[in-house]
């Protein structure tokens, strides 16, 4: 069994290459919290994270319902829901790209990608040299991928950036590490290793979330992308203007409506702050929370995480 290096577990420090954050960076031991979502139907979204999955719902109440893995004891996503909401387009929309279901090891994938093939689930499949990725859509056109880290040992840098790329994905090898066990669910360790968001330009975005926000610069060569971290990781952010002139994702679509970083430390969450602020950017605060917005109106919340 390969453990995996993670978004959450293993703590890193940024070696040389790359382009760390001017003046202020996130610190290290900054992961992803969760993930709120727009859906047109509750029920049929239920239905599916739990079949697909194996997430459990906990404490729906008026339309809003809360996702985790089952043994868990932090959700993964909270679902909000809009009647009617308008499903994604083909084109995709600015906002949410995919969310990223980060699998502690790469026989939880395995296991992952031999029951989806059992309910006949479309995926994408993709070796990123850095992580095995499969990718599919919710009931409302929402991108999600699931993947597995390879060690960070194994991560390579050229150039000063580090190496991912999109290969196709040897399923037969990954398979073979498949468990006997019939998968029921995504292990309690499971968490949101990163979120993928379309943007408008990329300039502006890395003007937002690198030189105002913190995140260090991991890969820009990548076409079309720019991919961004804290404390090491390969990305907790990805950026892309894949679909640059398409609008935003409105009040009526199914959508992200916000996505959040947990910090270390609370002075970190407002050192965060004040650097978003003085850069031009508002901010709100509330009960040690920071929520602010980028360019494109796509929520961001920092917070500080929750005690062990």
Do not use: C
């Not at 999955?53 to 993964?76: I, K, N, S």
Request: no cysteine.
């Amino acid at each position: 069994m390969q453990e995996s290096s993670g978004g959450a577990p293993e703590e890193a420090v940024m070696p040389e290459p790359g382009v760390a954050a001017p003046g202020h960076r996130l610190p290290g031991g900054t992961y992803l919290g969760v993930v709120r979502l727009q859906v047109a139907d509750l029920e049929r979204s239920e239905e599916f994270y739990h079949r697909v999955l194996g997430l459990d719902a906990v404490g729906r109440r008026d339309g809003v319902t809360r996702l985790r893995a089952p043994g868990a004891e932090r959700d993964l996503l909270e679902l909000v829901e809009r009647q009617e909401a308008r499903p994604v387009s083909p084109r995709g929309r600015i906002g949410l790209y995919h969310y990223a279901v980060l699998l502690p090891d790469r026989t939880a994938l395995a296991a992952f990608v031999a029951h989806a093939a059992k309910l006949g689930l479309r995926l994408g499949m993709s070796d990123h040299l850095v992580s095995e990725a499969v990718y599919f859509s919710d009931p409302d056109g929402l991108g999600i991928e699931v993947y597995a880290d390879r060690l960070r040992s194994s991560w390579r840098w050229r150039d000063g950036q580090l190496e991912m790329g999109t290969s196709p994905l040897d399923v037969a090898d990954l398979l073979a590490d498949a468990p006997k066990e019939p998968f029921r669910a995504v292990p309690a360790r499971t968490v949101v290793g990163h979120v993928h968001l379309h943007v408008g330009d990329l300039t502006e975005a890395e003007r937002f979330y690198h030189g105002a926000l913190g995140l260090d610069k991991t890969v820009w060569s990548y076409p079309g992308a720019l991919f961004l971290s804290a404390g090491g990781y390969h990305h907790h952010l990805g950026l892309n203007t894949w679909a640059a002139g398409a609008p935003p994702a409105g009040p009526d679509d199914a959508r992200l409506l916000s996505w959040s970083l947990e910090l270390p430390a609370r002075d970190a969450v407002e050192a965060a702050a004040r650097r978003l602020e003085s850069a031009g950017y508002a901010v709100a605060r509330e009960d040690g929370r920071v929520r602010t917005a980028d360019p494109w109106g796509t929520t961001l919340e920092l917070t500080t995480a929750p005690a062990a």
